[in-house]
């Protein structure tokens, strides 16, 4: 065993010697690196994160006493294994965070689970992750996990990956054993497409994990622990172009001050004076002052938490994000349809046609699974296509639709803008998580989805208006609660249909019983609600029929989505703003939702504490205060008569 190991080929790859790391080092700035382990049950992670804290006098003396024997000897695996639970049955459970330093660098070690089980704990032990560290049993070699939680890292991007085959004392220092496994790497390193540097070590007696070991005379690659002071931590692109601040807190600190907007940025930079844009609104404003912890700074640079104000007082909100307003910026995708990589964490599997909270950034929106693309298998790493069902721990590719816009990266080029978690709205609990492939635009009237096309009708649409009479179109009527559109709607279908048109009235209230029944009263919920039946009327426009549909509608852009809907398809649409004032239809209150919502017992309802915005242009307005209902009802179907004229 005199023979050294040379640095490998392909997808392996052995590092230089880096300096001796118990040295003073004064010429380079202390940094912090992020660092996750990884593996399958019994590889001995907790124990090589002893030996790291142990090794590097990292320990407080009291936890050191704790865990020592009577013969003073550490038991290193429950230096991390916090819980008791953990030390019971000798495994680790949850996520356990440790620190130690060397004079060069900060380390935040995550000690992930090795369990099946508790494989979701791998996606958030590694998802901000600088080095995954995957430890590998020198007598098993790789597992089914270890491949798992390969390609977890290599999922999540993690930008350094480094196996350590411990245990190599219990196999007597073997080189043909550590060649063995090492091997076994490299063809996991291919499959994967990922680079892994391979070092063996005895994590319980400390060989090669800070301090090299003359048991293994034929390796001349780095310590673990030299490898990981080796690793170029590249600082994050300062770029104003590529800004994004997602807003996670509102709040004006005094009555003389403005509003100021905090969170923690994801990408690129942002100083005073940079013209910024607030999405998915698009509304325009300049940063007029800034604060971090450095009372000083002007320019803040991701990942720094910041607090800034803008030169407008405009409609910002928990969710929103703010990116840079430049020319050549570089922007999200405004999307309702994702396509991700989801790793599943529940017991019960995953269908298509699911629905769950999706969880991005600051931001939470409804979302359904729209299909099951692919599934790794975790044994061959091979994708089965089109599979029925994710099961627990199964990663697969799937296409989420959201209720409302997601401001969304792709994965790739942001870590932070490009993954979400998914959330059981029943439990609360969080079942899933995933990384963004793609994210599809939403743009009203066009197609956005690649698997399913729209399949023109097999009649003429004017042939089928000559034969039945008639020419379809949507009447579209807006106003405040209980201003009186859902009356004037019953009595505009009864008279269409009494003088012989087909006509069917969409009521906001019926919609949501069926429709839109996984909808709640959120923004987002209630732009998802008006998207569907804006759909809707344009499928009934189309047929000859004349939909009327009767919702709130308070938003301006929410209402041009159905406008766009039915435009886009060359189709009638007649916006009917319902103007009775708010004093009296809080007077009417037939729901007894006004009183409530003065009470505080309802929140977000439109009129009281959620904003509504009348239509500009409208193609008819009526108060239905103290008039005449048949009357209103006239002056609506003069104006769709006065249409159909106009077509002909």
């Known amino acids: 065993m005199t023979d050294t190991v040379p640095a490998r080929a392909g997808n392996l790859a052995a590092p230089a010697h880096a300096a001796d790391v118990t040295a003073p080092v004064q010429t380079r700035r202390r940094q912090l690196l992020r660092m996750a382990t990884a593996g399958s049950v019994d590889d001995g992670k907790s124990t090589l994160i002893g030996r790291l804290l142990f090794d590097t006098d990292s320990l407080p003396t009291d936890h050191l006493d704790a865990v020592t024997d009577d013969g003073g000897t550490p038991d290193l695996a429950a230096l991390s294994d916090g819980l008791r639970a953990e030390r019971e049955q000798g495994i680790t459970i949850d996520v356990a965070y440790r620190f130690f330093s060397t004079p060069t660098r900060n380390y935040i070690l995550s000690d992930t689970p090795g369990h099946e089980r508790y494989t979701r704990n791998m996606f958030t032990g590694a998802s901000n992750a600088h080095v995954a560290v995957l430890l590998v049993d020198a007598r098993a070699g790789v597992l089914r996990q270890t491949r798992r939680h390969a390609r977890i890292a290599s999922l999540l991007r993690v930008p350094h990956i480094v196996a350590a085959v411990n245990k ?43 301090h090299p070991s003359t048991n293994t005379p034929w390796y001349d690659g780095p310590t673990l622990l030299q490898y990981l002071e080796d690793i170029d931590l590249a600082a994050p692109k300062a770029s104003a172009e590529e800004l994004r601040l997602p807003v996670q807190w509102v709040s004006r600190p005094g009555a003389e001050y403005k509003r100021r907007y905090t969170g923690r940025l994801s990408a690129g930079a942002i100083r005073v004076g940079d013209e910024v844009a607030v999405l998915p609104a698009g509304t325009r404003s300049v940063v007029t002052a800034l604060d971090t912890l450095d009372a000083e700074r002007t320019t803040a640079v991701a990942p720094l938490s910041v607090s800034i104000e803008l030169a407008d007082e405009i409609d910002i909100g928990r969710g929103d994000v703010i990116v840079s307003a430049k020319a050549d910026a570089e922007l999200p995708t405004l999307g309702r349809e994702l396509v991700a990589h989801v790793c599943w964490f529940a017991d019960a599997p995953l269908h298509a046609g699911e629905r769950l909270a999706l969880k991005h950034g600051t931001s939470v929106v409804r979302a359904t699974v729209g299909e099951l693309a692919s599934r790794i298998d975790p044994e ?211 729901k007894r939702l006004y009183a409530r919502a003065r009470a505080g017992e309802l929140r977000g309802l439109t009129g009281v504490d959620a904003p509504y915005e009348p239509p500009r242009n409208p193609d008819i307005a009526v108060d239905t205060t103290d008039a005449d209902t048949d009357r209103l009802v006239a002056r609506i179907l003069e104006i769709i008569d006065r249409r159909r004229n106009q077509a002909v």
């Open 380 to 590: 061959t790493l091979t994708e089965e296509q089109d599979p029925i069902r994710l099961d627990l721990n199964d990663i697969g590719v799937v296409t989420i639709r959201t209720s409302s816009v997601v401001t969304a990266d792709e994965y790739a080029d942001n870590r932070d803008g490009g993954s979400f978690i998914l959330i059981d709205e029943h439990s609360n609990d969080t079942v899933g998580a995933g990384t963004i492939l793609q994210a599809r635009a939403a743009k009203p009237g066009e197609r956005v989805r690649n698997d399913v096309k729209w399949h023109p009708s097999a009649l003429d649409r004017h042939h089928r208006w000559g034969k039945i009479a008639q020419q379809g179109a949507t009447v579209w009527l807006t106003g405040l609660p209980a201003s009186g559109k859902s009356t004037l709607a019953v009595a505009l279908e009864q008279a269409l249909v009494e003088r012989g048109d087909a006509a069917y009235l969409l009521d906001g209230d019926n919609v949501r019983h069926g429709l839109s029944d996984d909808l709640g009263f959120s923004p987002g919920d209630r732009a998802e609600n008006i998207r569907r039946v804006g759909h809707l009327t344009r499928l009934f426009a189309d047929a000859g029929v004349i939909a009327i549909a009767s919702l709130v509608s308070p938003l301006e852009s929410d209402r041009a989505i159905a406008r766009e809907l039915n435009h886009a398809a060359s189709l009638d649409f007649v916006e009917v703003h319902v103007s009775t004032p708010l004093a009296e239809c809080e007077r009417r209150d037939p």
């Open 168 to 210: 190599i004392d219990l196999v007597g220092y073997e080189q043909a054993e550590f060649d063995r496994v090492a091997d076994e790497l490299d063809v996991l390193a291919q499959r994967l497409g990922i680079e892994l540097t391979v070092i063996p070590v005895a994590a319980k007696d400390g060989d090669n994990v800070v």
